[in-house]
């Protein structure tokens, strides 16, 4: 895990993600189905084709006088290019749009912000600045990151 602001490797527990997704359902007996992590793992799947090194990022936030760790899913670099990137299954919500860009809007830094989501009919930006792409879009496009 890279820790943003701090820019370091900190050690906390991994994540790990499957080459394989079927391969990764006949080990868990098809237990665990849940949408949201499926897409995550084919997310970072295509980022690595891509030749991106992918890190899982973590961004402290001051909320009064408590601090709190929130996550980034990808922080991808290539080169001189870096991406955040959240993934989400949707954004059907003000508070779920909140949830997904508030650590991507502490992040103090001018490279681009992305959250992917399952059904979006095409890109948009939120208020903030957050490229919203549709995941067909960013597998389909390999220049999406740069819309």
Not at 98 to 114: A, G, T, W, Y
Not at 117 to 125: F, L, Q, S
Request: charged share 25%.
């Amino acid at each position: 895990r890279y820790d943003v602001k701090g820019r370091k490797y900190v050690q906390t527990p991994y994540k790990y993600y499957f080459t394989d997704i079927g391969l990764r359902n006949a080990c868990l007996n098809f237990r665990q189905q849940e949408l949201s992590h499926l897409m995550e793992n084919v997310i970072y799947n295509e980022l690595v084709i891509r030749g991106y090194n992918v890190d899982v990022g973590l961004v402290g936030i001051r909320k009064g006088n408590k601090r709190k760790q929130t996550e980034i899913d990808f922080v991808c670099n290539l080169g001189s290019k870096r991406y955040y990137i959240q993934s989400a299954l949707n954004l059907d919500t003000r508070e779920k749009t909140i949830q997904e860009s508030r650590p991507l809007n502490h992040v103090n830094d001018n490279f681009k912000k992305i959250i992917i989501v399952r059904d979006a009919p095409r890109h948009w930006y939120t208020e903030s600045g957050i490229l919203v792409l549709g995941i067909f879009d960013f597998l389909l496009n390999p220049k999406s990151l740069d819309l």
